[in-house]
């Protein structure tokens, strides 16, 4: 697992390269995404900056976010930003990863252009990562023992894991987040903040 990076409680004001997003396998739709254009009347603007400000704090807790909220209101873009955040503040390595593309990563071979494996980065040498779309029209492998695998590693090593997601995080009918996936509700408050994002904000326009 690579070492733990101790983060600066202000960013850098350059900012972050191409080349430095695409290390982080950020999609280039959100690459312009920025924090600063959530408006204040949003209400996850104060827990996202809220986290952001104590960042370089509880990020040593291994305490991530789960953003839960409808398809288009900025779940992904904001979670790409906080990677971005993080590696303004140190040179922390992160990630992003469909959740449909965690239960079929190769272990044994590497996958990125700089030659990491890409399941080591989930388990942990990323220092933050980003799982997209958890349970996005259903199509992710429920039944497969990598999201949980995942889970523990991360938790373990205290590494903080963003996720999106469109599900309910629990219904009357049982087919909400927690029952597909009961390891991410076992877990605990500790280990992420669940933040719904704001039905009025359209990222494309308005974020």
């Not at 600066?8 to 924090?35: C, F, G, Q, T």
């Not at 009347?41 to 400000?53: C, I, T």
């Not at 469909?98 to 239960?103: F, G, I, L, N, T």
Request: hydrophobic fraction near 35%.
């Amino acid at each position: 697992m690579a070492h733990r990076v101790d983060l600066k409680p202000v960013p850098d004001k350059e900012p972050m390269s191409s080349h430095m997003k695409r290390r982080a396998n950020i999609p280039e739709l959100y690459w312009k995404a920025a924090l600063d254009l959530i408006p204040p009347s949003m209400s996850h603007y104060k827990p996202v900056h809220d986290y952001v400000a104590t960042m370089h704090k509880t990020e040593k807790d291994g305490q991530g976010l789960l953003f839960t909220g409808r398809h288009g209101s900025g779940k992904t873009a904001i979670a790409c930003c906080l990677l971005v955040e993080a590696m303004l503040r140190g040179p922390a390595r992160c990630y992003y990863i469909a959740a449909s593309e965690v239960s079929s990563v190769p272990i044994d071979r590497p996958l990125t252009p700089s030659g990491e494996p890409v399941w080591d980065l989930l388990m942990g040498r990323a220092q933050f990562l980003v799982i997209d779309d958890l349970g996005d029209e259903r199509t992710t492998d429920w039944k497969s023992n990598a999201f949980a695998r995942v889970l523990n590693a991360r938790r373990g090593a205290l590494r903080p894991t963003f996720i999106t997601t469109n599900c309910e995080l629990e219904t009357d009918e049982g087919d909400g987040l927690f029952d597909m996936l009961p390891r991410l509700k076992q877990l605990g408050p500790d280990a992420h903040r669940v933040v719904r994002t704001d039905d009025n904000l359209q990222w494309r326009t308005g974020f």
